[in-house]
């Protein structure tokens, strides 16, 4: 079984995307921005489905070095999991960036501060949190293997398309993940295609994924693309 990212449909309210989305997998992650943003659990809770959210990354980043920055977003991910705990949904966050290359390592120790803070929110909801890898965006943290240190005790969640436009997935899959997203590109771009649309060795990854015994999140950008994804997943 896969579960299935609600961003295929984002361009809808998220209670038509729930309805679409819910017959096909027990497992639905909330692209919490936009038309899906979430204000309350209330929508998820008539929903007998396993829920994950995705923050929301727009607007935020947990490491700014402009500290009442840094305090509102570390606030949006508590309000996650806030609505998270209620649903028993883990929150998937992305890591932050620093706008020049010149405040790197301030922006590390923010980082690092923020993780602090979620980790002792984490304990006070009973909510888990991941931290993202993130694709080819200028001065984000965590797109490489090397750099998974900054997240310390942190779980870890595997973009595959994101490492594989970085060219390292398979660097990537060597390392422990707690949570998965899976969507294909040709190396170059973040698509968001479908599972084998494009140049992503998707046998090698699902081994993984199933010795991990987590169930992954297909993350594309369309409906059919999650269709074509979900028979493909299930030929391997």
């Not at 609505?83 to 932050?96: K, M, N, R, S, T």
């Not at 084998?196 to 090698?204: H, K, M, P, Q």
């Amino acid at each position: 079984m896969f579960g299935v990212s609600t961003f295929c449909l984002h361009q809808v309210p998220l209670a038509d995307a729930l309805e679409k989305i819910a017959p096909l997998t027990d497992r639905i992650e909330v692209m919490d921005e936009g038309l899906h943003h979430l204000e309350t659990a209330e929508l998820l809770c008539s929903y007998n489905h396993h829920f994950s959210i995705h923050a929301p990354s727009r607007g935020t980043n947990i490491a700014s070095l402009l500290e009442p920055i840094r305090r509102a977003s570390v606030e949006v991910m508590a309000q996650c999991m806030v609505i998270g705990a209620e649903v028993g949904a883990g929150v998937v966050i992305h890591p932050g960036y620093f706008a020049w290359a010149e405040e790197r390592y301030k922006a590390e120790q923010q980082l690092a501060r923020s993780l602090r803070e979620l980790t002792t929110l984490s304990e006070e909801y009973s909510v888990r949190f991941f931290i993202e890898n993130m694709g080819d965006w200028d001065y984000f943290f965590l797109k490489t293997p090397e750099e998974l240190p900054l997240i310390g005790s942190a779980a870890f969640a595997l973009d595959v398309g994101h490492a594989h436009q970085m060219h390292c997935l398979a660097a990537f899959l060597e390392h422990p993940a707690a949570h998965y997203h899976l969507h294909d590109n040709s190396g170059d771009a973040d698509a968001h295609w479908a599972v084998g649309d494009g140049t992503i060795d998707f046998s090698a990854v699902m081994n993984v994924v199933r010795k991990s015994g987590i169930e992954p999140v297909i993350e594309v950008a369309t409906f059919d693309g999650v269709l074509k994804s979900i028979d493909r997943l299930n030929a391997l």
